[in-house]
């Protein structure tokens, strides 16, 4: 009123709310259904618990009561009951749908006569126009998407915080990698693999007993190597003392043995303690009124006794660098004397040799190699040519393989009872002795059947030793020079009929 007409615009007009205060958050609500929820208020974000523009009722949100449940339940019903009845009396043919051209009267009486008395009220009668069913739409609706629901409540948060070490940490989370599979090929780092098991996460807790157990094992060990030490000192010392004893006892038999064969009697008083020396010095003079021939023999024997002394002293050191290895052997560990042994064994010949190693052997029947010996042929695999020898034993021989060959089967009682004669030694010794086939004896009628035995077995048959084509008389013949065909000899030479008398002769 009052002022120019303007031109329409997008331009919102200013609003305000119930307390005066100009709402700015009217373009938000631009454009959005009725009744849509936008939080475009710092209240809107505070619970309604906390909110003091609120009274009691609104932040109570009391359930409604049991009058309006009812009535909001009846009000449902009724409209469901429409659109079902609708669609029921529809598909019906007896129900006639209601006109269309309903006709209505309505009292009119209009608010200003214009000056006119007569006409105060007036009745108007509405019909509706009759539409054609067949008439295509005159209008198009086009359905538009449903705008969006009311967003959800908002939730106040903390402002972000730089997370600590501790904190990325615990927020770790392994990536899952299996044991067992690797598709691409990946090299995966140990400690991955350790902290994708899980192993991490729990407290191992290792109990007491352990520690004290290998301390009392390594404890026991010591005692027992300290043991063995102990023992193998004093077996050393026993071995020595003892070769001391054994040396003194040879060296005292081999002086005794020289003193005898010197001449000198061999029991001397106790009282005797003068040394070697002049035992010998004394000797040598008592045995000077035999001459030089004494002198000159006795020098030789000295000779050989000092050889055989050599010899003695050299196998003692032999023996004792034998005790030192076999004792230096015993103290070796597992592993150490299994690497000697090998060792040892992997020695060509030519080293056992020289170090002493090889051990001849005594037996004469491995010096010589049996395979450049003749080798006579062996009677149960090989023959000669001319043998024949496959029909010269029976198949089966003994009388386990023929009974069990020509044994009755154990199904007797399963419907065989009349094959096998009841099952009992009467009925078979009936069955065999009535033979419809004559397969145990010669039927009867031929010649010399009587003599032939009755048969307990299989067919054997016998080699026939006689001469059927006249071979071996052949054979004699041709070794003994003669010529078939000719009864007497007609020149001959002087040596085949000195043969000739020879054999006469012989037979």
């Not at 009745?123 to 126009?129: A, F, S």
């Not at 598709?183 to 192993?199: C, E, S, V």
Request: net charge neutral; charged share 35%; with cysteine.
């Amino acid at each position: 009123m009052g002022k120019k007409k303007t031109a329409a615009g997008n331009t919102l007009a200013l609003q305000v709310d119930s307390e005066g205060n100009v709402r700015y958050d009217a373009i938000a609500k631009q454009g959005q259904r009725a009744g849509k929820i936008v939080q475009s208020q710092f209240k809107d974000l505070v619970p309604l618990a906390h909110r003091n523009d609120l009274d009691d009722a609104s932040r109570a949100m009391e359930r409604p009561t049991e009058d309006e449940v009812q009535a909001t339940a009846d009000k449902t019903r009724a409209a469901l009951e429409k659109l079902v009845n609708g669609k029921i009396k529809a598909a019906q043919p007896k129900n006639v749908p209601d006109a269309q051209g309903k006709t209505t009267y309505i009292r009119y009486t209009p608010g200003q006569q214009n000056g006119s008395d007569g006409l105060k009220q007036r009745i108007i009668k509405m019909t509706e126009v009759v539409e054609d069913p067949l008439e295509p739409p005159r209008f198009k609706h086009k359905k538009i998407p449903r705008g969006p629901p009311s967003p959800p409540p908002p939730v106040l948060r903390s402002p972000p915080r730089k997370a600590t070490a501790q904190e990325q940490k615990e927020w770790m989370i392994p990536p899952c990698i299996s044991n067992w599979k690797n598709n691409k090929g990946y090299t995966i780092p140990l400690d991955k693999r350790l902290a994708a098991d899980g192993r991490g996460l729990q407290d191992v807790s290792i109990n007491d007993n352990f520690a004290k157990f290998s301390e009392a094992l390594f404890i026991a060990d010591r005692h027992a190597r300290e043991e063995v030490r102990q023992r193998a000192l004093m077996q050393q010392k026993l071995a020595e003392k003892e070769k001391a004893a054994k040396e003194e006892n040879l060296r005292m038999l081999a002086q005794r043995a020289r003193e005898e064969r010197a001449g000198i009697s061999a029991a001397r008083p106790a009282t005797d303690n003068k040394p070697v020396a002049e035992r010998a010095a004394a000797m040598k003079s008592s045995l000077g009124a035999y001459g030089s021939g004494s002198e000159s023999e006795s020098e030789p024997e000295e000779e050989e006794d000092e050889e055989a002394a050599q010899i003695r002293d050299k196998m003692r050191e032999e023996k004792r660098h034998e005790r030192e290895r076999e004792l230096r052997m015993s103290n070796m560990g597992q592993e150490q004397r299994a690497k000697m042994l090998a060792r040892q064994q992997n020695r060509d010949i030519s080293e056992k040799i020289a170090l002493g190693l090889a051990k001849p052997t005594m037996s004469k029947e491995s010096m010589l190699d049996s395979r450049l010996f003749n080798q006579e042929s062996l009677s149960g695999t090989f023959a000669d040519d001319e043998a024949y020898t496959l029909y010269d034993r029976p198949l089966f021989h003994g009388s386990t393989a023929a009974a069990a060959i020509y044994k009755a089967r154990g199904n007797i009682s399963e419907g065989n009872d009349e094959s096998f004669g009841g099952g009992t030694e009467e009925g078979i010794g009936k069955a065999l002795d009535n033979d419809r086939f004559g397969l145990g004896r010669a039927k009867v009628g031929f010649e010399g059947a009587s003599e032939q035995e009755v048969r307990e077995g299989p067919v054997q048959f016998e080699k026939d030793t006689g001469d059927v084509f006249g071979l071996d008389k052949f054979l004699d013949e041709a070794k003994s020079g003669r010529k078939r065909g000719l009864d007497t000899e007609v020149g001959g030479s002087r040596k085949r009929q000195q043969m000739d008398r020879a054999a006469e002769r012989e037979s």
